[in-house]
């Protein structure tokens, strides 16, 4: 069932990609130097789809890497929770195996019924 869920997602969105990439092959120029319109230092003539492809590529990265930092306090208190409920797991091993049960009768059911809540 995801399986189908992602194909029916993806398609559409892969289907939209190929048509921008195709509907904007005509090349433009890409400079990084914003002083000199008339000669840039370092200018490239790239496809406009390959541009916009870098732009959302490069923005998925920096917003997995902002949201991965904004994390970092979560991630810290996990890490210690975990730690804590293993030490409590190996004290409570520990203890069962130091002290048996002391009795081994069987529980006694009591006739008369308790008060209810």
Known sequence: MIRFLKALILLPVAILVVLLAVANRAPVTLSLDPFSQDAPEFATRLPL????????????????????????????????????????????????????????LPATVSSSPGPRF
Do not use: C, D, H
């Open 49 to 104: 789809f390959a541009v916009i492809f870098a732009a959302v590529m490069l923005g998925v990265v920096i917003g997995g890497t902002a949201g991965w930092l904004a994390q970092g306090k979560n991630r810290k208190s996990r890490r210690q929770l975990r730690r804590e409920a293993r030490q409590l797991r190996y004290e409570t091993e520990r203890l069962k195996t130091q002290n048996p049960p002391a009795t081994t």
